[in-house]
């Protein structure tokens, strides 16, 4: 006879099968939850799956084996289960949380930073690769301290902020540093047999460079127009979407953030903390925040350039038609106020002059009379308000070469079902809060007969010996409107500055269209 507090036969391979399945989906559970504090969910899944391992490893003991001998049996199982779920801990904490891990970095009270010393140490004596434009200026390079080791270098004032920082020691990496670290590092690009042959032979890996799209005459001229003012300023390709300027006021230097190997560290620590706490204070105006991908603003009049495109395109209205404006118009009880009539005595304009001088009350009409909330709503989401904008075609995956917010028509979803707020957001108005990137775009699917490009700002990734890895492919986000339609409103554009209210932004011997 044969005990084992189980039953015997079939029931007993049902139960300890029934208790393996068990056992699984409870462990699974715990591993699949990625929300809230993933290890206090993990630890109680863990302690739930131990009854079931019990079961299932319980030993069948003959019924004549001695009471010490037995409880000796059924102790080594119990420890043996206790093992088991240690063992499985440990295979958690190495394999699928292992890179976490390895990579997390924490504050103490007392301000100090905790990391892993091997990846810091590791950091320092690898070769970065260099961040250029696109003549080779270099935004971001490295330096060779005499002990081998490397340190990041921000040689470029006006532009080098457009890459992130890298702060391994201290407060991480951000922006392109962040985003292209693996081919920054060199773990990603080569062939996998060089790679192999590298860590074989322990031979440090040298990083790949980016070579960004911008332009190094307009981006000076970029950061030179906004003059230290809070704003951005970002211009594209419209044919390919390539980021030719990109300029974000205020905003960080970070060099600041880099610790110089050279000098003291405490004294080094202390000047970058210093540069953090203030660049982070209240009152700082976030030069943290890259305006262009990140800042949302009232978009104002150049979102006339949307209402009129989506109106020719939808084949309710003309450049022609004709639209009364005496002065103001009242729509549901809302008075709108016009401002901009160049003159008094005319109580009538067509789309075109509506355009040109920025006509509110043209505006309100063509959104509340010719569009409605339907059209609205749809050609919206046609220009790709309301979605992040898939900035970048470099990286595998879909992966941005930036971080952009997406632009919000509205935050009440009923808001448009309003008239009054069809009309505010016709003009530019209501709710509408738009990235520079997103209106750049806007301006670019005019240009580019009706095709909105996919914007980006790496074009090309480059291995120490120069040769091409990756390179960026310029592609199509959106088609809002059609051909027909955006060459109207480009027109229109261009006869703004020719002789309308965007007249100042005319330049002899250039054409140039603007709102």
Do not use: C
Request: glycine fraction near 10%; charged fraction near 20%; hydrophobic fraction near 40%.
């Amino acid at each position: 006879m044969v005990d084992d507090g189980l039953g015997g036969g079939i029931g007993d391979g049902l139960l300890r099968f029934g208790a393996l399945l068990a056992a699984a989906a409870v462990l699974a559970l715990g591993i699949i939850q990625r929300q809230g504090n993933t290890d206090v969910r993990w630890l109680l899944a863990l302690a739930a799956s131990a009854p079931f391992f019990t079961i299932l490893l319980w030993p069948r003991l003959p019924d004549d084996l001695p009471t010490f001998n037995r409880t000796v049996v059924r102790l080594g199982t119990l420890l043996g289960v206790a093992f088991l779920l240690t063992s499985i801990h440990l295979v958690r904490l190495q394999v699928i949380r292992g890179d976490e891990l390895a990579t997390t970095t924490r504050t103490t009270a007392s301000g100090d930073i905790v990391a892993n010393p091997r990846l810091l140490l590791q950091e320092e004596t690898r070769q970065r690769g260099r961040i250029v434009d696109r003549v080779g200026n270099v935004m971001a390079g490295v330096e060779q301290m005499p002990d081998g080791t490397f340190m990041r270098t921000y040689p470029a004032k006006d532009s080098s902020y457009l890459t992130g920082y890298y702060s391994p020691a201290l407060y991480g990496t951000t922006g392109l540093e962040a985003q292209f670290d693996d081919y920054l590092t060199g773990a990603a690009g080569d062939n996998p047999f060089v790679t192999l042959q590298r860590d074989l032979l322990h031979r440090p890996l040298v990083g790949n460079d980016l070579v960004l799209t911008l332009d190094p005459t307009l981006q000076h001229a970029a950061e030179q127009g906004l003059a230290g003012r809070p704003g951005a300023v970002v211009a594209l390709d419209p044919r390919t979407g390539a980021v030719l300027a990109m300029a974000s006021d205020p905003h960080i230097d970070p060099q600041q953030l880099v610790l110089d190997p050279r000098k003291d560290t405490q004294q080094e620590v202390a000047r970058a903390r210093a540069y953090w706490a203030a660049v982070t204070a209240p009152d700082a105006r976030d030069p943290l925040l890259l305006r262009v991908t990140q800042g949302l603003y009232v978009p104002g009049s150049i979102f006339k350039t949307i209402t009129a495109s989506a109106a020719l395109d939808a084949g309710v209205t003309s450049v022609d038609r004709v639209y009364s404006d005496p002065g103001e118009i009242v729509i549901d009880g809302h008075k709108i106020v016009e401002l901009n009539r160049p003159a008094p005595v005319k109580d009538n304009y067509t789309l075109t002059e509506g355009y040109l001088y920025s006509l509110n009350v043209v505006f309100a009409q063509v959104a509340v009379n010719d569009l409605g909330t339907v059209r609205m709503d749809d050609y919206a989401k046609r220009f790709g308000i309301g979605q992040p904008i898939p900035f970048g075609t470099i990286l595998p995956g879909n992966k941005p070469d930036l971080p952009v917010v997406p632009s919000r028509l509205s935050e009440d979803p009923n808001y448009l079902s309003s008239k009054t707020a069809l009309a505010d957001t016709g003009f530019g108005q209501g709710e509408l809060l738009m990235t520079p990137m997103e209106m750049a775009l806007v301006a670019s699917a005019m240009a580019n007969d009706g095709k909105m490009p996919q914007p980006y700002l790496v074009g090309e990734i480059r291995s120490p010996d120069g040769k091409t890895i990756r390179r960026a492919k310029p592609k199509t986000w959106q088609t809002p409107v059609s051909a027909q339609a955006a060459n109207k409103v480009k027109q229109l554009m261009l006869e703004s500055v020719d002789r309308g209210g965007s007249v100042d932004a005319k330049i002899d011997g250039l054409v140039i269209g603007g709102k």
